[in-house]
């Protein structure tokens, strides 16, 4: 059973930067990348980033745009997700999944969900 544990999320001030981790305790030759969600209380899943995991091509929803970024260390079967100028409307549950899709921006393409990590920004 694939599993995801994601980690690094906190509470920070707005202008502050957090550095999540995703990893994934598979063999991840059968995926087409990992991906980045995040969901606010009240309001659906969002798109954040999701990453290629062969070649790392990357993709941003565009609320992050310039402010985050998305990488992985394939030997460590991790996903990062780099938050800079964090925005008190960046707060969330943030979430990492599996996708089999390229270019996948919605949460039904993709798989695999980690439990999640609390994000917090104080104005």
């Known amino acids: 059973q694939v599993q995801l544990v994601e980690s690094g999320g906190g509470l920070v001030q707005a202008g502050g930067s957090l550095k999540l981790s995703c990893t994934i305790s598979?063999?991840?030759?059968?995926?087409?990348?990992m991906g980045w969600f995040r969901q606010a209380p009240g309001k659906e899943r969002e798109f954040v980033a999701l990453?290629?995991?062969?070649?790392?091509?990357?993709r941003y929803g565009d609320s992050v745009k310039g402010r985050f970024i998305i990488s992985r260390d394939k030997a460590k079967n991790t996903v990062y997700l780099q938050m800079n100028s964090l925005k008190p409307e960046d707060t969330a549950v943030y979430y990492c999944a599996t996708t089999a899709l390229r270019g996948a921006t919605t949460a039904p393409e993709y798989h695999n969900w980690g439990q999640g990590t609390q994000v917090t920004v104080s104005a």
């Open positions: 598979a063999r991840t030759f059968s995926i087409y990348g």
């Open positions: 990453i290629n995991w062969s070649f790392g091509n990357t």
